[in-house]
């Protein structure tokens, strides 16, 4: 498994507190905007609405643009940094990533994550048959339950879909834990 360096959890850590995310559940957006294969895209506009509802819910939400794009505003630290990019995704309680190329971080790691986009297309079906041996809807063998590929657009109801089943197994988890631990 990847992992981040402690330097860079200690980095993270610190950035996180500046930023007055310290001890808030996080939730990263990871998406994609190229000039090339365009058809890989995010959908901004659900993307966008997607934030919205999950900081309506009480999530700390980090919006991390693709690196061309953050560099052209003078951004990009974790965007082009892959250990300070895998800190951060460590530290989150969930990795929502459209189909770009920071996603085999999360692949190979033990951060929560849900990939959208996967497979849309024959094409990319075909790709993860070959390059993967994944058929369609499969999952990566070695992933967690919290470890998710979904084979389906990323539209604002597919994500919310997608997050609430999270919550509701997450929540089961828990509730699991206090009736082992009893009374």
Partial sequence: KLAPSEQAMRYMGAWLTTMRYAGKKIVTLTVRRQDTQPDRNCDIRAWTDLRQWLGQRGYAVLWIDDSNDAL???????????????????????????????????WFSSAPFMQFNVGVQQKW???????????????????????????????????????????????????????????
Avoid at 84 to 105: D, F, H, K, T
Avoid at 133 to 149: F, I, S
Avoid at 150 to 162: G, L, Q, S
């Fill in 72 to 106: 052209t505003r003078g951004h990009g630290f974790h965007e082009l940094d892959p250990d300070l990019r895998l800190a951060l995704y460590e530290r989150a309680a969930m990795n929502l990533i459209g189909a770009n190329g920071p996603s085999v971080l999360l």
């Fill in 125 to 183: 079906i075909d790709h993860m048959a070959e390059h993967m041996h994944l058929k369609e809807g499969e999952q990566l063998p070695w992933a967690r339950p919290d470890q998710r590929l979904v084979w389906k657009p990323d539209t604002f109801e597919v994500m919310r879909e997608e997050f609430q089943k999270w919550e509701s197994e997450q929540s089961a988890a828990v509730k699991k834990v206090e009736v082992a631990a009893g009374p």
